[in-house]
């Protein structure tokens, strides 16, 4: 069955130190991935997505995701955390490609300490 | 232009009520969804559709009906609330299925 997990619930990084979040992901076919950022009592936003092509693809905020075949991952990567970048982060399969029909991991929530 | 409206914003519902959460864009998306988000779940898919007249299940279906007459709107029902049920409920749009999908601002519903 298809699935997505993002094995750290919680993560705590300091006010310009780098940051990656972890997911990994299970799907027979070619995934289309997400990375999508909620801010508390709001909707999604998407900062990034792969389908195809280049592996390491750039997003909104400064975000980077490396989509790694072999270890059927896609981290989300930031050089330099902001204050504003505490939110609840995740990752995201599209099962029958692109964004009709998402399967989401259980989110990572991100703390930056000034 | 409003983007994804979800209306209501909050809504409490005694068990076994039935009610509707409202979805409308105003992109001319083809593509709704309907997700619930639960702690230490992320969000998951309950119905979709494809256009209007098109609707299918997902991952979480039991429960709800959905039905599409116009490509506006994209209504949720419940109809007979449970307090499994408690949760909140996220509306998506996008206008083909490689465009990106707008959110709502979501439903926070609590059945006692």
């Known amino acids: 069955a298809q699935s997505v997990t993002q094995p750290d619930i919680h993560i705590t990084v300091s006010e310009g130190a780098s940051l990656e979040l972890r997911c990994n992901y299970s799907y027979g076919a070619t995934p289309y991935l997400f990375w999508y950022v909620q801010s508390p009592g709001q909707g999604l936003q998407l900062l990034l997505k792969?389908?195809?092509?280049?592996?390491l693809v750039q997003g909104i905020k400064g975000f980077e995701a490396e989509f790694k075949r072999s270890q059927s991952s896609f981290n989300l990567r930031k050089p330099s955390v902001h204050w504003s970048d505490a939110a609840e982060y995740f990752c995201?399969?599209?099962?029958?490609?692109?964004?009709?029909?998402?399967?989401f991991g259980a989110g990572t929530r991100l703390a930056v300490h000034p | 232009n409003a983007g994804v409206t979800q209306t209501p914003k909050f809504q409490v519902l005694k068990t076994g009520q039935s009610m509707t959460l409202q979805c409308a864009q105003d992109?001319?998306?083809?593509?709704m969804s309907w997700y619930r988000q639960d702690p230490g779940m992320g969000l998951r898919l309950i119905h979709y559709s494809v256009g209007a007249g098109i609707t299918d299940q997902g991952e979480v279906p039991n429960g709800y009906n959905v039905s599409r007459s116009t490509t506006e709107d994209f209504p949720l029902r419940l109809l007979s609330a449970a307090p499994s049920q408690t949760s909140v409920y996220f509306c998506?749009?996008?206008?083909?299925?490689?465009?990106?999908?707008?959110f709502g601002q979501g439903t926070r519903l609590t059945v006692v």
């Open positions: 998506a749009s996008s206008y083909d299925r490689d465009d990106e999908a707008f």
């Open positions: 995201a399969v599209g099962l029958s490609g692109g964004y009709n029909k998402l399967i």
């Open positions: 992109m001319n998306h083809e593509y």
């Open positions: 792969y389908f195809s092509g280049d592996t």
